[in-house]
């Protein structure tokens, strides 16, 4: 692979953050982008360059097939000053198995890696200090062929653009009221549930704006071929605290296999709790609500790292939790997991990777 050209945005001078930074509205100056074609030997023409706008032809396959994969991780200011990332390494790794599952390109995840790194290091001063706040990093590939007939295209851009970000929970880290539905599925097994493919938030959508409309943040969603089983949650993987263990759904294919998962789960194990990976029925989510054996509910995800859960409703069950404070394990796994991120608590694991 060629050397990363580097063109800096001479237009910037200053860097101005707003008050409150609403998700993903605002982007740095830079962004780094890449080309594929396979007449010229894959990937080349790395660069960062100023945050522009694309040009793509109205007949890129992309606008028509959906080729499209992306990832998100966050970079953080820690205490002290230092830039760093968490689990990078892994999102590469993801990134690249979603590419085989829709037939795109992959790349080397240790160029790219680099690449990230050195794009974080010229927009740094765009990280937002404040506590919980973040720079957001959107790696994304989409095929670019003007070509209509529906196959792999042989065209692709890898681009990665930076969004400083503010707190999940601009009041705090407040639980949230979810939906379980059977009305609609997200993904089957054997489908692309398991890869970050743009197409498979199109089709949730229509489930989240019915659950906004009867005030529930996310939906829950069923498997979908029993519709009986949960799975997860909006953007985030699903945990069930029980008296005698933590579960969360087995990856069975139509999951997203999350790094915030994977991460509390090895704290938990750490912690002493036992973790069961397995099928989960909503019936015993119910039945053992009713029991008292279920005491909390959480979900796991970059965004929010772990958002509790103060509500869950399906069909004419309600379950109930605090609305006011996250159930003791989830408040516990954000402090841990945040003050790994953020610094404050030594990094015992090696999640921690320095941008410089
Ligand atoms: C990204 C994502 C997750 C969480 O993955 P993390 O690596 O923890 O951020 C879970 N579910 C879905 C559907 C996602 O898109």
């Given at each position: 692979?060629?050397?990363?050209?580097?063109?800096?945005?001479?237009?910037?001078?200053?860097?101005?953050?707003?008050?409150?930074?609403?998700?993903?509205?605002?982007?740095?100056?830079?962004?780094?982008?890449?080309?594929y074609?396979e007449a010229?030997?894959?990937?080349?023409?790395?660069?960062?360059?100023?945050?522009?706008?694309?040009?793509?032809?109205?007949a890129a396959m992309v606008l028509h097939y959906g080729q499209?994969?992306?990832?998100?991780?966050?970079?953080?200011?820690?205490?002290?000053?230092?830039?760093?990332?968490?689990?990078?390494?892994?999102?590469?790794?993801?990134?690249?198995?979603?590419?085989?599952?829709l037939c795109m390109p992959?790349?080397?995840?240790?160029?790219?890696?680099?690449?990230?790194?050195?794009?974080?290091?010229?927009?740094?001063?765009?990280?937002?200090?404040?506590?919980?706040?973040?720079?957001?990093?959107?790696?994304?590939?989409i095929a670019t062929d003007p070509v209509l007939g529906v196959r792999p295209a042989d065209n692709y851009?890898?681009?990665?653009?930076?969004?400083?970000?503010?707190?999940?929970?601009?009041?705090?880290?407040?639980?949230?009221?979810?939906?379980?539905?059977?009305?609609?599925?997200?993904?089957?097994?054997?489908?692309?549930?398991?890869?970050?493919?743009?197409?498979?938030?199109?089709?949730?959508?229509?489930?989240?704006?019915?659950?906004?409309?009867?005030?529930?943040?996310?939906?829950?969603?069923?498997?979908?071929?029993?519709?009986?089983?949960?799975?997860?949650?909006?953007?985030?993987?699903?945990?069930?605290?029980?008296?005698?263990?933590?579960?969360?759904?087995?990856?069975?294919?139509?999951?997203?296999?999350?790094?915030?998962?994977?991460?509390?789960?090895?704290?938990?194990?750490?912690?002493?709790?036992?973790?069961?990976?397995?099928?989960?029925?909503?019936?015993?989510?119910?039945?053992?609500?009713?029991?008292?054996?279920?005491?909390?509910?959480?979900?796991?995800?970059?965004?929010?790292?772990?958002?509790?859960?103060?509500?869950?409703?399906?069909?004419?069950?309600?379950?109930?939790?605090?609305?006011?404070?996250?159930?003791?394990?989830?408040?516990?796994?954000?402090?841990?997991?945040?003050?790994?991120?953020?610094?404050?608590?030594?990094?015992?694991?090696?999640?921690?990777?320095?941008?410089?």
């Amino acid at each position: 692979m060629q050397d990363i050209i580097i063109e800096i945005n001479e237009e910037v001078k200053k860097v101005e953050l707003p008050e409150n930074l609403v998700f993903g509205r605002m982007f740095t100056p830079h962004m780094f982008e890449m080309d594929y074609d396979e007449a010229l030997g894959g990937w080349h023409n790395p660069r960062i360059k100023k945050f522009e706008d694309l040009k793509l032809s109205p007949a890129a396959m992309v606008l028509h097939y959906g080729q499209a994969i992306f990832e998100g991780l966050k970079a953080y200011k820690q205490v002290d000053g230092k830039v760093v990332l968490f689990r990078p390494e892994e999102n590469m790794k993801r990134m690249n198995a979603s590419a085989r599952r829709l037939c795109m390109p992959e790349f080397d995840e240790g160029f790219v890696l680099e690449a990230m790194k050195k794009l974080i290091a010229i927009d740094k001063d765009w990280i937002p200090t404040k506590p919980g706040h973040a720079l957001y990093v959107r790696p994304l590939m989409i095929a670019t062929d003007p070509v209509l007939g529906v196959r792999p295209a042989d065209n692709y851009k890898f681009l990665i653009i930076l969004s400083p970000v503010g707190p999940y929970y601009p009041e705090g880290f407040k639980p949230v009221p979810i939906m379980a539905t059977d009305k609609y599925v997200r993904a089957v097994r054997k489908g692309m549930g398991a890869s970050k493919a743009a197409g498979n938030y199109a089709g949730s959508l229509l489930a989240q704006r019915e659950a906004i409309a009867e005030g529930y943040t996310q939906v829950l969603w069923l498997d979908a071929i029993e519709l009986k089983y949960i799975e997860e949650v909006g953007t985030m993987n699903i945990f069930v605290r029980f008296e005698d263990e933590v579960a969360t759904p087995a990856l069975e294919g139509s999951i997203l296999p999350g790094i915030t998962r994977k991460s509390v789960i090895t704290v938990l194990k750490d912690w002493g709790y036992k973790v069961a990976e397995r099928k989960i029925a909503m019936q015993e989510v119910i039945d053992r609500y009713n029991d008292k054996s279920l005491l909390e509910v959480f979900g796991a995800g970059t965004a929010a790292v772990i958002a509790a859960v103060s509500k869950l409703k399906y069909h004419d069950t309600v379950l109930e939790f605090s609305k006011e404070e996250p159930g003791e394990l989830a408040g516990k796994l954000y402090e841990e997991i945040t003050g790994i991120q953020y610094g404050r608590i030594p990094d015992r694991y090696g999640w921690i990777t320095p941008v410089e």
